[in-house]
C-alpha cells in the first residue's frame, strides 16, 4: 500500500506490489529497445543493490510485471518512487516518463482494452547531465522501485488531490478545503463534489472541467468540534472527498487531516499559539539489509526508538520522505521538517532548475495534508554565499510559500559569517559541527554562544527562531577504548551529552536535530575523506539499529529538556 491507510472506497485500486522480472544492462544480450529475456526475479519495493553481484551496480535495468485491466475506465499508475529517472513502457509503447526518486507520481493511460496488459520500466540510476539532483554525494542514491506502487481505475474526471487547512480563529476551529479534479478525456463534463469532515458534510458545488485539464472547487468547513493534533496527542480526522454524476458518485479520495496551526512569534515557533520546541534527529531512509527502500515495519521500529529516546522531531535529510513514514509521524506523534532532493546541488547544472522546482512541487502537492509536517525546506549546504546562490535560495523558498503559506520555510546553512541569505527565511538553520570538524568538547558552549551573538548583532537573521539543523561526532559500533578518542562510541557519547545539554537548553536554540539517527552508506564513486566503510558513521545506531553508547546519552538528555519544557 501507497498509505497506511485506506484512499478509496468507490475507486477500484490494487497494489503493483510483488514479484516482477528484473534485467540490468550488465545482464543483457540483446540491444531492443526493450529486453527480450529477463535474468531475475525481485520485489517491490526494494533497491537493486541488495541483490547478490549487484551491490555497487550503477547503469539501466528493466522491470516488468503483467496487470488486468477492465477496459472501462482510463488506467492510473501511481509510484511511491522510483529511483531515479524512468520511463514507462505498456505493451511495448512508451507512455511516459519521470524523475526524481523521492517523490511520488501518477501516470494517467487512457485507451487500454480489457484483459491483460505487459508493464515495463527503463530505471537508470547513473550521473551525469540528465541528473542534476541526484549526484554523487554524502547519501547513496540507489536503484529501482524503491517504494510502492498502485494501479487504479479512474473515471475520465476524477478527484486528483485534496488541500485541507486548519485554521484557529477565537478558539474555534474551520478547514479551508481545495479539492483538484482532473479531466484526461477530451470531453468537457461538469461534476459535483461533497466533502466531509469531523461530522460535517459541505457541497463545493459544480463545475465543468475542460477535457485536458484541472480544475479546482473551494469551500470552509465550519463549526468542527475536533481535538487539536499535536506530537503529544496525535489526533487524526477523515476528510473525503467524493465526485458525482448526478446523483451517483462516481470516484472518491480519502485523506487524513490533523487540526493544528503554524506560526511563529519572535524567536519562538508556536503550535496553536503555545511555544513548542524540536528535538531530535536528522534521519536517512537506509537500512543495511533493505538499502535505501524501507519496510513499513522498520519505519515504524525508527519511530519507537526516537519516542523512547524522548525526541518529538525528525529532519527528512534530505529529500522528501516515503508517505508512510510521514503517515506513522502522523499517527504516532512527531514533528516533521520536510525538504527537497538537494544537497550541495549545483545551480549551473542544465537540468537543475526545471528539477528543482518540479521537486518542490511534487512534496508539497503530494504531502500537504500531513499535520506531522511543521516545516517545508529546500537547499542543504548549497550556495548561499553569492548574488546568484542569494537569488536562488529566495526563489525557492518563495516557491514553498506560494505552495503552502501555512508553514514556515527554511533551508540549513554552513555558509556561517558568509551566508547573504539569512533575511530570507523564517527560520535560521545551521549545520554546526563544533566538537567534531572543529573545536573540542570543551569549546562547545562558547562555539555557540560565540556565533549566535553574532547572528544577533551583525546578521540579517537577528531575532528570527534558530535551528541547529546538524551536529554531531562519529563512531564505529563496537569500537570502545579507555582513551576516549574519535571515532569511539565513548568520544561519541561524550560529544553528545556535552551538545545536547547545551543546545537544548540554550535561550536562543529552539530546534535541534542530531546529524544523525542511523549510519548510512554514502556513494563509494567519490573520495569522502573521513568516511571510514563508506559509510556516515555518525549514526547513534547504526545501520542494522544497533545501539551505541550514545544512545543513552542522548536519551537522559532529551527527557531532561522534555521534562523542563513540558513537551
Not at 474555534?172 to 479531466?183: A, G, P, T
Not at 525526541?311 to 510521514?326: E, G
Amino acid at each position: 500500500m501507497l498509505r497506511t491507510f485506506c484512499q478509496h472506497h468507490v475507486r477500484p485500486s490494487r497494489s503493483l506490489d510483488g514479484c516482477w522480472s528484473f534485467v540490468p544492462d550488465c545482464e543483457r544480450t540483446d540491444n531492443g529497445a526493450l529486453p527480450k529475456k529477463y535474468t531475475r526475479e525481485t520485489l517491490v519495493p526494494s533497491a537493486w543493490e541488495i541483490l547478490p553481484g549487484l551491490e555497487t551496480f550503477r547503469g539501466q535495468g528493466w522491470m516488468r510485471r503483467r496487470f488486468w485491466c477492465s477496459g472501462e475506465r482510463p488506467v492510473r499508475l501511481v509510484f511511491g518512487g522510483v529511483v531515479h529517472t524512468v520511463s514507462v513502457f505498456i505493451d511495448g509503447k512508451k507512455v511516459g516518463k519521470h524523475y526524481d526518486g523521492f517523490v511520488p507520481w501518477d501516470l494517467v493511460v487512457t485507451g487500454l482494452s480489457a484483459g491483460e496488459h505487459e508493464l515495463v520500466l527503463e530505471i537508470d540510476n547513473t550521473f551525469g547531465k540528465h541528473s542534476a539532483l541526484h549526484v554523487r554525494g554524502d547519501h547513496y542514491s540507489s536503484g529501482g522501485i524503491t517504494r510502492p506502487a498502485e494501479l487504479q481505475e479512474v473515471p475520465a474526471v476524477f478527484i486528483d488531490k485534496i488541500f485541507a487547512t486548519p485554521k484557529l480563529a477565537r478558539g474555534k476551529w474551520s478547514l479551508d478545503v481545495r479539492v483538484r479534479l482532473r479531466n484526461v478525456g477530451r470531453k468537457a463534463l461538469e461534476r459535483r463534489v461533497v466533502v466531509s469532515v469531523a461530522g460535517q458534510t459541505l457541497d463545493l458545488g459544480s463545475a465543468t472541467v475542460a477535457g485536458k485539464s484541472t480544475h479546482e472547487l473551494t469551500g470552509r468547513v465550519t463549526k468542527l468540534k475536533v481535538k487539536p493534533w499535536s506530537a503529544e496527542k496525535p489526533k487524526l480526522y477523515e476528510i473525503k472527498a467524493e465526485l458525482c454524476d448526478g446523483d451517483d458518485v462516481v470516484d472518491d479520495l480519502i485523506d487524513r487531516v490533523g487540526f493544528r496551526q503554524i506560526t511563529i512569534k519572535g524567536a519562538q515557533l508556536l503550535l496553536n499559539g503555545e511555544p513548542i520546541r524540536l528535538r531530535g534527529y536528522n534521519r536517512h531512509e537506509f537500512h543495511g539489509h533493505f538499502g535505501q527502500s524501507l519496510p513499513v515495519e522498520v519505519m515504524a521500529g525508527d519511530v519507537q526508538m526516537l519516542k523512547d529516546l524522548g525526541c518529538n522531531f525528525i529532519r527528512t535529510s534530505h529529500y522528501p520522505n516515503d508517505m508512510r513514514m510521514l503517515d506513522l509521524a502522523d499517527e504516532m506523534g512527531l514533528y516533521i521538517w520536510e525538504e527537497t532532493n538537494s544537497t550541495s546541488v549545483g545551480f549551473k547544472h542544465p537540468k537543475y532548475t526545471e528539477q528543482i522546482t518540479a521537486c518542490a512541487e511534487s512534496m508539497v502537492g503530494w504531502h500537504f495534508n500531513h499535520p506531522s509536517i511543521v516545516i517545508w525546506a529546500t537547499l542543504n549546504e548549497c550556495d548561499a554565499k553569492t548574488k546568484s546562490g542569494r537569488k536562488e535560495h529566495g526563489r525557492m523558498l518563495q516557491l514553498l510559500r506560494d505552495l503552502d503559506g501555512s508553514r514556515p520555510v527554511t533551508y540549513a546553512s554552513c555558509a556561517w559569517k558568509e551566508d547573504a541569505c539569512l533575511d530570507l527565511p523564517d527560520i535560521i538553520s545551521w549545520n554546526w559541527y563544533e566538537g567534531w570538524y572543529w573545536g573540542s568538547i570543551a569549546s562547545i558552549q562558547e562555539g555557540i554562544d560565540t556565533f549566535l551573538a553574532w547572528q544577533d548583532r551583525a546578521s540579517k537573521g537577528k531575532g528570527k527562531p534558530v535551528i541547529i539543523s546538524e551536529f554531531g561526532a562519529g563512531a564505529f559500533y563496537g569500537y570502545r577504548a579507555p582513551t576516549r578518542i574519535k571515532w569511539t562510541e565513548q568520544y561519541q557519547a561524550d560529544a553528545l551529552d556535552e551538545l545536547l545539554r547545551v543546545y537544548l537548553n540554550h535561550p536562543r536554540i529552539m530546534g535541534t536535530a542530531i546529524w544523525q539517527f542511523n549510519d548510512v552508506r554514502i556513494s563509494h564513486e567519490q573520495d569522502w575523506g573521513p568516511r571510514p566503510r563508506c559509510i556516515n558513521n555518525k549514526g547513534t545506531v547504526d545501520e542494522f539499529r544497533r545501539r551505541k553508547l550514545a544512545y543513552e546519552s542522548v536519551k537522559k538528555r532529551m527527557h531532561e529538556a522534555r521534562k523542563r519544557f513540558g513537551r
